[in-house]
């Protein structure tokens, strides 16, 4: 099994910057496709960027310009650099990997936990 563990959410102001990081664990064979998901209790799950094992990004349009998403292959480790954190940019927001646990297993879709991300005005 691959554990996702998500850390570096946080309060902050509008018009600030966060860093999220993502940190793959346990048993793991390959990691495909990494992403950060993020939710409100009002809107359905958001994709808000993803990155493939070669490092291509891809962004919403909602975070384009103001996220990077990026990848250390090393460390299993997928993070998400916030600046110009708006009031709307407050969720949940989740990391995604797409992986195989060992060489015989299935390729699975994996989930961290969640971490808050509240901008305030």
């Known amino acids: 099994q691959v554990q996702l563990l998500e850390s570096g959410g946080g309060l902050v102001q509008a018009g600030g910057s966060l860093r999220l990081s993502c940190a793959a664990s346990?048993?793991?064979?390959?990691?495909?496709?990494m992403a950060w998901f993020r939710q409100t209790p009002e809107k359905q799950l958001e994709l808000v960027a993803r990155i493939t094992s070669g490092g291509s990004p891809d962004y919403a349009d909602s975070v384009k310009g103001r996220v990077t998403i990026s990848r250390d292959n090393a460390k299993n480790t997928v993070y998400l650099q916030m600046n110009s954190l708006k009031p709307e940019d407050t969720a949940v927001y989740y990391c995604f990997a797409n992986a195989k646990a060992t060489r015989y297993s299935a390729t699975r879709d994996y989930w961290g936990q969640g971490t808050q991300v509240t901008v305030s005005t």
């Open positions: 346990g048993s793991i064979f390959v990691i495909n496709r």
